[in-house]
């Protein structure tokens, strides 16, 4: 006859991986009342193919993008808790995701590879008369703008991934919540990660800050607007320029009906070279999700600007470290993507979801004269992307991405 206390132990084990789905709005949170500990894993393996890529070349690649293993424990009650993800694009990933637009870290038209240690944080929280209040600490996603994309509809990053978030930081950061309101501050290095092995920087510790304030309203409605001044992100040792950022959203989680998850974000990035403001970039996104049976059709428009940066023996790198001349114009990118996927298989460990993703692309130089005209860098007008693949979800997966402690909770008393 097993023991008593190792049937609770199979029993908690069992529970991890009991009910596990995909998509964003349909993933368990941590703060379910699943067991004091969780573990999930991920990947997509896609393929895509776009046309035209730079130099007016066509781009057909196939690799494994997101592998990722998630892990999270807490103490009984809530009080404690630690968040652990690790992240091996810098094995798969390591020439970049073809992605027209997308850019940042070294990488343009591609997403770059994330760190290995994607993000480590431990902390508590407690009530305090009518608030809670939460402190947590390590390397992970500062409280600025919105979720991460991987816990999003698409597969492909949005272009305003680095306007809209800030990830892989060392950081130290502190919430407090009374009723529907909640309010974030964080102090953290403003460098970012120059390779998938890179640390945060010792010397430039807790250089940068940011606050982001969120109110829960009626009928599964989240507004939020966030704020943060970041050092120097593109140059390691502290001497490039620094950005002041600004963003603001609305994120809808309906419980029934078609839709069953929306957004609208606006983003701004201004760069200075001490109180000189050099350069400005923003971004206007909405992206919806539905489901009618097993199918999910989701949608996404976007409108960003971003640099042209000069190029590093590559069309698709980038020179580093970014400096001001470096910079040799802007272009607005508009995007139109739709997506759509259906659950072909479930079990209590493992999901699988097949999906085709198709992309129009539309660059145009804010400014003309320009040193790099996209049009021309591309011979077209337009370009198109198309992706198919399937996401592969084991274990428990989190919900939300980017929020820790009582900030975490779609939904608090």
Excluded: C
Excluded at 66 to 81: D, K, V
Excluded at 351 to 377: K, S
Aim: charged residues 20%; aromatic residues 8%; without cysteine.
């Amino acid at each position: 006859m097993m023991h008593r206390g190792s049937a609770r132990a199979l029993s908690a084990f069992l529970a991890l991986f009991t009910g596990s789905t995909l998509g964003a709005q349909h993933v368990h949170a941590e703060g379910d009342s699943a067991g004091r500990f969780t573990i999930g894993a991920m990947g997509v393996a896609v393929f895509t193919h776009v046309r035209p890529g730079a130099l007016a070349r066509n781009v057909t690649e196939g690799y494994l993008t997101q592998p990722m293993l998630m892990a999270g424990a807490r103490s009984t009650g809530g009080r404690l808790q630690a968040l652990l993800m690790l992240n091996a694009e810098g094995a798969t990933l390591d020439r970049g995701e073809i992605g027209p637009g997308i850019y940042g870290e070294g990488y343009i038209d591609r997403r770059h590879p994330h760190t290995w240690l994607h993000e480590v944080m431990v902390g508590v929280q407690q009530p305090l008369g009518m608030a809670t209040v939460a402190l947590f600490a390590g390397k992970g996603f500062v409280p600025y703008g919105t979720d991460d994309p991987m816990v999003r509809p698409f597969v492909k990053f949005p272009v305003n991934h680095h306007h809209a978030q800030l990830l892989e930081r060392a950081m130290l950061t502190a919430a407090a919540s009374a009723g529907p309101a909640s309010v974030e501050v964080a102090r953290f290095n403003g460098d970012e990660p120059e390779s998938p092995s890179d640390w945060p920087n010792r010397d430039r510790g807790l250089d940068s800050w940011a606050v982001r304030a969120t109110w829960l309203a009626r009928g599964s409605v989240e507004l939020s607007a966030s704020a943060a001044s970041v050092h120097s992100p593109e140059f390691a040792n502290g001497d490039g320029l620094d950005q002041r950022k600004a963003a603001a959203s609305v994120r809808l989680t309906p419980t029934g009906g078609f839709v069953r998850y929306a957004l609208i974000e606006g983003a701004r990035t201004r760069e200075y070279s001490g109180d000189r403001r050099v350069f400005e970039f923003s971004s206007l996104l909405a992206e919806a999700e539905g489901r009618a049976g097993r199918l999910v059709l989701a949608a996404r428009m976007e409108r960003t600007t971003r640099p042209e940066e000069e190029r590093a023996g590559s069309p698709y790198r980038t020179t580093r470290p970014l400096l001001d001349f470096n910079i040799l114009g802007r272009t607005q990118w508009t995007n139109v993507t739709v997506a759509l996927s259906t659950d072909l298989w479930g079990s209590a460990l493992l999901m699988g979801r097949p999906f085709v993703e198709a992309g129009y692309h539309v660059p145009r130089a804010t400014r003309r004269p320009t040193p790099l005209d996209p049009v021309e860098w591309f011979g077209a007008d337009a370009l198109w992307s198309f992706s198919a693949g399937i996401r592969l979800h084991a274990g428990r997966m989190r919900s939300r991405v980017g929020r820790y402690g009582i900030a975490s909770s779609s939904r608090r008393p």
